[in-house]
């Protein structure tokens, strides 16, 4: 289709909950923290919203996991209001990709729920699969900068010792 899923994403009611919860019980981590989040040009079915996020991504395997934490408006493509602390639900599969549009014709899961832009590079655009696949598809522009990213995760990795503490300032991973 895509390629490889790279991102397992989930929505998460406490997020220092969870990344103790997913280190654990899987040893992935450790996770990089990046608070208040929020992205250029955020739409939620074609109109603009102002939407934070506290996220943590970390590795388990070849795979990173993103969770996220939303702090609002609702609803959003994160759900219709905030997960109760503790929770944990699947949310997305994320592929990185080169032609978004083509990417999203092989969809053909019509308009995205949510598009965003990280910078000036990179687009993300949700699309909702859940009916065929169970989940979201989140499509992001597959440049320089995003494999960076990736690979800032797989490094933070392969240098952690499975210590505490498992969830890292973005600032650390660097």
């Not at 990344?19 to 981590?29: E, I, K, Q, Y």
């Not at 990179?122 to 690979?151: P, Q």
């Not at 240098?159 to 600032?171: D, H, T, V, Y």
Request: with cysteine; proline share 7%; net charge negative.
């Amino acid at each position: 289709m895509h390629g490889p899923i790279m991102q397992l994403g989930y929505v998460v009611g406490d997020l220092a909950t969870s990344v103790d919860d997913w280190v654990r019980r899987t040893g992935a981590g450790p996770f990089i923290h990046m608070p208040g989040m929020s992205f250029a040009g955020w739409t939620f079915h074609g109109e603009p919203q102002a939407l934070t996020l506290d996220i943590a991504f970390g590795q388990f395997g070849d795979k990173m996991i993103e969770l996220i934490q939303p702090q609002g408006p609702w609803p959003s493509v994160y759900g219709d209001a905030p997960l109760p602390p503790g929770a944990c639900k699947a949310h997305h599969h994320a592929f990185l990709v080169t032609d978004l549009d083509r990417a999203a014709a092989a969809l053909d899961a019509g308009a995205p729920v949510s598009t965003g832009k990280l910078n000036e590079d990179v687009e993300l655009r949700y699309y909702d699969c859940r009916a065929a696949l169970g989940l979201h598809i989140e499509l992001i522009t597959d440049c320089a900068a995003t494999r960076a990213f990736f690979e800032l995760s797989e490094r933070a990795t392969a240098r952690w010792s499975g210590a505490a503490p498992f969830l890292i300032p973005l600032e650390s991973a660097a």
